[in-house]
């Protein structure tokens, strides 16, 4: 529940595999947010974020793209063995348009709700503004008089 509204959420985890980057459309097309998470201890995932990030822009094709919300999550800070620093993260999401960022421990339940909580927040920002389905009024006249013919030539 995000500000008394009831959110479906579908996440597609993918591992960070390069296998699953040909299947982005199908995946990405209408997704309202997208969620980047790198394994604090593994430097290499840290610097995929840049090519996930351009991958989904890409294959989502989203209106705005300089505006569409992206999550960053640093997992596992659990783990003694830390190799991206907060501090590194953080710059990066600065430099992205201030993304917000968490670390979490999914193994310990560590800031994941708060991170799940900002991504449906702003999935929800991305929804249009119920108005704009008002357009159209409550009700619509059907008749079923037919349209007498004109006197004179039909051509």
């Known amino acids: 529940m995000v500000e008394d509204r009831l959110v479906t959420m579908q996440i597609?985890?993918?591992?960070g595999q390069e296998r699953f980057q040909s299947l982005g459309v199908a995946f990405y097309r209408g997704a309202d947010c997208c969620?980047?998470?790198f394994d604090v201890t593994a430097q290499n995932t840290f610097k995929s974020?840049?090519?996930w990030r351009d991958e989904f822009l890409i294959q989502a094709s989203p209106r705005d793209?300089?505006?569409f919300p992206f999550v960053v999550i640093g997992n596992k800070i659990d783990l003694e063995n830390r190799a991206v620093s907060a501090?590194?993260?953080?710059?990066?999401?600065?430099?992205k348009g201030d993304i917000p960022y968490f670390e979490?421990?999914?193994?310990?339940?560590?800031?994941?709700?708060?991170?799940?909580?900002?991504?449906?927040?702003?999935?929800?920002a991305q929804e249009p503004e119920v108005g704009m389905?008002?357009?159209f009024p409550d009700?619509?006249?059907?008749t079923s008089e037919q349209n007498k013919p004109r006197e004179g030539c039909g051509c």
């Open 12 to 15: 597609w985890d993918t591992a």
């Open 35 to 37: 969620v980047l998470v």
């Open 49 to 51: 974020l840049e090519g």
């Open 65 to 67: 793209p300089e505006n």
């Open 87 to 95: 501090k590194r993260a953080q710059g990066w999401c600065h430099g």
């Open 104 to 124: 979490t421990s999914a193994k310990e339940a560590i800031n994941v709700e708060q991170a799940f909580q900002t991504v449906a927040k702003n999935a929800l």
């Open 133 to 135: 389905y008002n357009e």
């Open 139 to 142: 009700q619509i006249k059907l």
